[in-house]
């Protein structure tokens, strides 16, 4: 059982940094930042293995990068099924068919990348709200304002500002938990 979970640790740990990446990097063309900023050249030398040859078969469309959110599918689903075939493979048990399989990991791998993807807005609404306290010159500090911008900005529409203190990360915050309880909510067995 311990040597599961740290096998389990590890290709987790693995598919969300890569999962990560891929997700930031259609994020940054979604946001249209410009590819010579100081987090570029991490992200296409983290992605580029698995992009490059799914854009020929997955072009973008509507501004996003849908050959990087299919490979962070991807990445997903085949965690969901090492991490099922792991199960079976120390308990011993026969396990289910390779149609049963698909079956069972497509919602869990579709629920893994839902959850990363709000992670990741979440990640960068901290991160760029602390810089912006702490070093808003920051080089990365205004990568991370574009990259929030899109989702900050409606809420600052419609929020006043406190005694000059934006509330618009933190109502972001919360309705990313609400999103997050309701889809763990519909997930069977969760």
């Known amino acids: 059982m311990l040597l599961i979970n740290i096998v389990r640790l590890l ?3 693995a598919a969300s940094l890569l999962t990560f990446c891929l997700l930031l990097r259609a994020l940054m063309q979604w946001v249209r930042i410009h590819p010579s900023n100081p987090l570029s050249p991490f992200i296409f030398s983290m992605t580029d293995w698995l992009v490059k040859p799914l854009r020929k078969g997955i072009p973008g469309y509507g501004g996003l990068d ?4 299919f490979g962070a599918f991807l990445v997903g689903f085949l965690l969901q099924v090492l991490t099922v075939l792991l199960s079976i493979a120390f308990s011993g048990m026969s396990g289910p068919g390779l ?3 698909v079956t069972l990991t497509i919602p869990l ?7 990363n993807i709000a992670y990741l807005l979440m990640g960068i609404v901290l991160i760029q709200v602390l810089l912006s306290w702490v070093n808003p010159f920051s080089p990365i500090a205004s990568i991370l ?3 929030s911008n899109p989702f900050l900005q409606p809420l600052r529409r419609i929020l006043p500002q406190v005694g000059n203190v934006d509330l618009s990360p933190l109502v972001f915050f919360l309705l990313l938990q609400i999103v997050m309880m309701v889809l763990q909510s519909l997930m069977p067995g969760m």
């Open 11 to 13: 290709l987790e740990t």
């Open 66 to 69: 849908w050959a990087s959110i």
């Open 99 to 101: 149609v049963a399989l």
């Open 109 to 115: 791998a579709i629920f893994w990348l839902v959850r």
């Open 145 to 147: 304002s574009e990259l």
